[in-house]
């Protein structure tokens, strides 16, 4: 099965001198790494020059520590990209998620991705989606090792962190396939590095924004739902309901920020099995774009001249609605 997945991946290339390869957007470890796995197995086995290209920040600190590691190597999308280079590859997203930069005009080559299938991955290429597995970082190992191409340790070590980062060190979502892989990069991984990148030095306002959130958490039984304000970055809302899933007895954690013209809306759940890209596709209805899996997911809200906290504070009674939370229900703060 590996085999055959690796040649119709590189027979979707075929004849090409160059490739776009895009992540969505703010990309994170695993987004990162995959990009770069895909990009270096097509250089080795086809000669082809890759372009890994973004929209949006990346914002997280352990994030940019990484991007740092392996020296900056992606780009802003720049204008004209997508009209200029063929194929185009995505990766840890899909055509029609909302959250890359595909148009819905431009065709895509290849989609190698973790989340549930969307109906427009059909028209691609070559696709590889399997919600089953825990991160895309896992699915690019594979090919390299069906390629029986030994990672650069470099690229071991953000595959690793990529794998490590999406499952929670295997305690999220991971799959039998997740922790093969865990397991044959571990040995290859720069530990040093990872050390550095896991413990990146925050900034300031990183804690003043933590302060703000601690005390707008409300907790109704086992869910916790946050309205953080405005946000410096998009992904401030995933970081801090990661940290509030930590909370003793949380099942579900709703976190909303507004960012630019928009509501970020980040989902946790502490099972397993999950569900948290059905009650974030709930919370955001027509209103938006979302998608996720089993245990994370996340949705985004246009403002369109709406008040951010009035908007938030709907999107927050709909996912309690959602969970069965009696709507007479008050939340408790966590902080007084």
Known sequence: MAQERLKKLLEACAGASQALILPHNDPDPDAIA????????????????????YCGIVGRAENK???????????????GELDAIRPIALVDTQP??????????VPVAIVVDHHPMRAATASAVFADVRPEIGSTSTMLTQYLQAAEIEPPTPLATALFYGIKTDTLGLARGASPADVKAYFYLQTRVDVEALAEI?????????????????HAVRIYDDVVVCYVGPAPRPDLAAEMADLFLRLRGTQWVICIEAYNDELVVAVRARNRRGGAGELVRMIVGDQGT??????????HVPLLGREPEQLARQLGQRALESLRVPTQARGRPLTE
């Open 34 to 53: 995959s990009a770069l796995a895909l990009r270096y197995l097509l250089e080795q086995q086809l000669g082809l020059k890759g372009h890994v290209a």
């Open 65 to 79: 520590a990484l991007v740092r590691y392996l020296d900056h190597p992606m780009q802003r999308l720049a204008s």
């Open 96 to 105: 029609g998620a909302g959250n890359n930069a595909l148009p819905p005009h």
């Open 198 to 214: 896991e413990q990146a030095q925050l900034p300031i306002e990183y804690f003043r924004q933590l302060d703000s959130a601690l």
């Open 290 to 299: 979302a998608g996720g899996h089993g245990s994370m997911a996340a949705g």
